[in-house]
């Protein structure tokens, strides 16, 4: 069952501008290296993301959000456990944010 990982960030403001878009571009570049264990092809179905420019006010100092679906909750498990691509966006990214929130859901289970 199609899988969505929601992601939100609070990078930290000490951060240029470059900085942002290349965290921004490596976190959307997962969707490219990170490459299934059995097929060797990519598995990420989609991914989008970027700069938060809600007027609602309530993001909670949360800066950016991404998207990410995977066609199974056993391809996001791999994702966020063991993928290598995946590992290595969070050890060269984590001391980049002061903060990160998850929310994943399979279509259509309420």
Request: hydrophobic residues 35%.
């Amino acid at each position: 069952m199609p899988t969505v990982h929601i992601v939100l960030f609070k990078l930290k403001s000490s951060l240029s501008d470059s900085e942002k878009k290349e965290f921004c571009d490596d976190m959307l570049g997962l969707k490219a290296t990170c490459i299934h264990p059995t097929s060797k092809e990519p598995y990420i179905v989609s991914a989008s993301g970027g700069v938060d420019n809600s007027p609602e006010g309530a993001q909670g100092g949360f800066t950016h959000g991404f998207v990410v679906e995977f066609a199974s909750s056993e391809d996001r498990d791999y994702y966020v456990a063991k993928d290598p691509a995946h590992q290595a966006f969070v050890k060269k990214n984590s001391p980049r944010f002061d903060d990160v929130r998850v929310v994943d859901y399979e279509k259509g289970v309420y």
